[in-house]
């Protein structure tokens, strides 16, 4: 099993984050490669689409308010991977925030470099994404 993550701080509190970023169907408010977010399943389950058309199905699998923290599952996507499980957690970081994203997944028809590469890109652009939404 295969692992990637990314974190960031950010010059906002750690609430301020965690209401942005932690709503299950948020992710169309501060990441642009994902346009659209649908939710099902009573709001476990969200249908995602890609800037480019792809579509992901993610189902939300854990989901701490307290903790500010959330992990959750793929259910269906276009990556070269299978049995996926990735976290959001905020943390508070003295004035601000700090956003760590990371997944845990198997290598499917590629190198497991291969694809921790692709997962470390998604997360690092992710976070770089909602950065800018907090000037400094």
Known sequence: ???????IDIPASADQVWQLIGGFNTLPDWLPFIPNSELSDGGRVRTLQT?????VIERLQTFDNAARTYGYS?????FPATDYLATIKVEAQGQGARVTWSGRFTAKGVSDEEVVALFSGIYQGGLEALRANYPA
């Open 51 to 55: 800037a480019d058309g792809a579509v």
């Open 1 to 7: 099993m295969a692992t990637a993550s990314a974190t």
């Open 74 to 78: 793929i259910e269906q996507a276009p």
